[in-house]
């Protein structure tokens, strides 16, 4: 058993307890993007490691709300203590994420029409696809992160899915 808290989730402060979208970021809705968004945030929630590298004003701990948004083709991330007190805003260039996203709405798009007739086979095929673009998604929102914020995973997963819901267009 590992003793690293991004491992085991034995840091509970070092956590995300509220996580919302600002409204006027999200272009297009469909009832698939606006399930993708509640899942996301809901296991988002329930399990996740964040642990800023930043020195905030009394040493605050955690937990975190997050605020993301668009901001002039880039991600903003609003980090708030759990009383809702400003912290820091995170900014991360999207322009290395522009391939991965644009490849992963692609197969997400072969995906779902695969669904409605594809043999279970090419299904599996399509969505091994997909898993593989959005863990790639995944690490590199990671190394983006890192001089700013640790995360796990499995939150980097979540948090690439709530990045894409954000980047769809109409």
């Given at each position: ?60 701990p ?15 991330m ?63 929102l ?29």
């Open positions: 058993m590992s003793d690293d808290p991004a491992e085991t989730g034995t840091e509970s402060t070092q956590r995300i307890c509220d996580l919302r979208l600002d409204e006027k970021s999200i272009i297009r809705r469909n009832p698939d993007i606006e399930h993708e968004r509640r899942v996301a945030i809901f296991d988002l929630l329930e399990e996740n490691y964040f642990a800023p590298k930043a020195d905030y004003a009394a040493s605050y955690g937990p975190y709300k997050l605020v993301l948004r668009m901001e002039d083709n880039r991600l903003a609003d980090i708030m203590t759990a009383d809702d007190v400003g912290l820091e805003t995170i900014v991360l260039p999207l322009t290395p994420f522009r391939r991965i996203i644009k490849e992963y709405f692609l197969i997400c798009d072969s995906y779902f029409k695969a669904i409605k007739s594809a043999s279970p086979r090419q299904i599996e095929a399509i969505d091994m696809g997909r898993r593989g673009l959005h863990n790639e998604g995944s690490e590199l990671r190394e983006r992160l890192a001089d700013k914020v640790e995360v796990d995973f499995d939150t980097a997963r979540r948090l690439f899915t709530l990045l894409c819901v954000l980047q769809i267009r109409g």
